[in-house]
């Protein structure tokens, strides 16, 4: 009846660390890359639970699923135990994962026969192994001290089985060293560890390393196998503060008549009974002010390795064709505040460590009451900085728009001056010459009369519509209605009108330069504007000789248009106002001198540039660029 009822509570055992340590066991389906982490003790170890959340969470970013199982093996009694064990993994686990993690051999002695037949051939990768393990399960499950003759290689209980191993080197020599830094009168080295085999040859591995490194040490071995808690507690309470303390594990098994379970309770009390610091040889949780520290490998660099053997095989590699590893990178890592509570001088702490719940400075105690007031006077002089600006550029703009209202009227004189002195002309020889009409009796003169007037007439039509045009610009009303248009069928268009125009038969106008094809979105009407404003200059000012026009790509995204003559030509300086209102530099030629300022107007509402390159008496050549669009 005994026995049913542990193999009850055993199994109950297992669901309840399942459920503290897996939630996602709910969903029972099965994924190909399903990693299962068999514990040979539990997850109440903070390395442990450490080590397999951090592998977890890695595997999960990767899309792979693991799942944890505590085997409490130094719980177990007997096979009739072990058998509920293998049962359980069996019934709950029917479809093999991808590969199988064992921490500590314990487990994969126990678990062996899982991989006989329902997980045959599964990869096994067993961490924190040793060399010996014991030959059999019962010399196993009664705890007995290992030697020569109850116990066999561990290639032994491995061979056949698709496995490789991960070792947890124990760094004796560095951590006896960095307490040493510490507590350089040390006079004496104490060793705390339970009955498990695997403290067994722990305690082996640190009686070995101090006789050969540091034989002038005296070494004292604390066990469950001669001591009880109490007689610990009493025996840490002995020693002074120069005795250096490593701590490994204090296991012990309770309640052996109804139900096994392991306890390490010392771990929170036992700092309250000793005078020095305990140390460890591998990675704890130091962030609870319990342990000084050590040397060791860190859980993270650990799982490290581990999470590299699975990539391999994961990948198609068998693990028995991995070879044995050490997993990690070894370092100091020391506890800041259970050093400081020893009372162990500043001067002694070693740099090259890793510190935890290192005190903050100054800066770091307050950051958040500095940061703000930092933060607080940035804000107050940016926003005084900012309205600093603010009204030097309102002085700015006001001075600015003073000086512009300034211009503005000198401008607005000087165009009602230009327009009054540009309407008149023509006016004065409409009247003139109307009023002469009627005194005329010769036919031929009446006619030359009407021609002037006709002329001008013309001439102020087209000074009053330019500056129509110049005020609808200036004003946004002047429409602009963009379309795609074939320029080369356009330009065509322009150079038949233009050569009505002609009226010297020393002159010729050709479209001389274009591209075979060419589509182009813009304002037909404002193109024809002003390729013909252009022209009808260039018709002005030459005598003799030839007007080209013609378009080219001026890159992938402009097109360029021109009109070159043979005429006159201009200065370098006159180039420079060619553009200006009322620039006419040939009085004797008849114009309004607006045409180019509205080409220039057309081509700035257009997104393009203009210009001109001219030499005097050898000709000019007027252009303007826009946007080489398509839609």
Request: charged share 25%; with cysteine; proline share 4%.
């Amino acid at each position: 009846m005994k026995q049913l009822l542990r193999i009850c509570l055993t199994s109950a055992f297992f669901l309840l660390f399942e459920g503290l340590l897996s939630p996602m066991l709910a969903d029972n389906g099965r994924s190909d890359k399903e990693i299962l982490v068999l514990n040979s003790i539990n997850f109440n170890l903070p390395w442990a639970k450490n080590f397999y959340w951090y592998v977890h969470d890695v595997l999960q970013e990767q899309g792979i699923t693991a799942r944890a199982e505590s085997l409490s093996v130094p719980a177990l009694q007997d096979t009739m135990e072990v058998n509920a064990v293998i049962e359980h993994l069996r019934q709950k686990y029917p479809l093999p994962p991808a590969a199988v993690v064992i921490i500590g051999d314990p487990g994969w002695i126990v678990c062996r026969p899982l991989f006989d037949d329902l997980w045959k051939d599964v990869p096994v990768i067993i961490t924190n192994s040793r060399d010996r393990l014991p030959a059999t399960l019962d010399i196993l499950l009664s705890h007995a001290s290992l030697n020569e003759t109850n116990s066999v290689p561990a290639q032994e209980w491995r061979k056949g089985y698709n496995l490789t191993t991960l070792k947890q080197h124990y760094y004796v020599k560095e951590t006896v060293e960095l307490i040493y830094s510490l507590i350089p009168d040390m006079d004496r080295l104490a060793f705390i560890s339970d009955d498990r085999y695997i403290s067994e040859e722990t305690r082996g591995d640190v009686k070995e390393a101090v006789e050969k490194h540091f034989p002038n040490l005296p070494l004292e071995l604390l066990s469950t196998t001669h001591l009880s808690t109490e007689m610990l507690l009493d025996t840490l309470r002995s020693y002074k503060a120069n005795t250096g303390i490593i701590y490994y594990s204090w296991f012990e098994s309770h309640n052996k008549e109804d139900n096994n379970y392991l306890f390490d309770h010392i771990q929170e009390i036992i700092t309250n009974f000793t005078s020095s610091p305990l140390f460890l040889l591998s990675s704890e949780d130091l962030s609870n002010n319990t342990f000084a520290g050590g040397y060791y490998v860190s859980a993270e660099s650990f799982g490290d390795s581990l999470l590299e053997i699975i990539d391999r095989v994961l990948h198609g590699e068998q693990a028995e064709d991995i070879p044995e590893s050490i997993g990690g990178k070894a370092s100091a890592y020391l506890c800041y505040p259970v050093l400081e509570s020893y009372n162990i001088p500043y001067h002694l702490y070693p740099e090259r460590a890793v510190y935890v719940n290192e005190p903050k400075s100054i800066f770091h105690q307050y950051c958040v009451e500095i940061l703000s007031c930092s933060i607080f006077l940035l804000i107050l002089i940016a926003a005084i900085a900012y309205y600093i600006r603010i009204l030097r550029k309102a002085y700015t703009r006001l001075s600015e728009a003073m000086e512009k209202a300034e211009q503005a009227n000198q401008l607005k004189s000087a165009f009602l001056a230009n327009m009054s002195h540009e309407i008149r002309t023509p006016l004065n020889a409409i009247v003139g010459f109307s009023n002469m009409l009627p005194d005329i009796e010769d036919r031929k003169e009446m006619r030359e009369y009407a021609d002037i007037i006709e002329t001008n007439t013309d001439l102020l039509l087209q000074l009053i519509n330019d500056i129509l045009d110049m005020s609808k610009i200036e004003a946004g009303t002047f429409d602009f209605c963009p379309s795609l248009i074939d320029v080369n069928q356009t330009m065509e268009e322009i150079e038949q009108s233009m050569r009505l125009r002609l009226k010297k038969e020393t002159v010729t106008l050709t479209f001389t330069e274009r591209l075979p094809e060419c589509t182009l979105y813009t304002d037909k009407n404002r193109l024809i504007q002003l390729i013909s404003n252009f022209v009808i200059n260039a018709i002005k000012f030459t005598q003799t000789g030839s007007i080209r026009m013609g378009y080219r790509l001026k890159d992938a995204d402009t097109i360029c248009f021109y009109v070159s003559d043979t005429g006159c030509g201009m200065s370098e300086e006159q180039c420079k106002h060619v553009f200006e209102r009322f620039v006419k530099y040939n009085p004797f030629v008849q114009g309004t001198g607006l045409g180019l300022s509205i080409c220039q107007m057309i081509i700035d509402r257009l997104g393009g540039t203009i210009g001109v390159e001219s030499e005097e008496n050898k000709g000019s050549t007027f252009w303007f660029t826009l946007p080489y669009r398509q839609e």
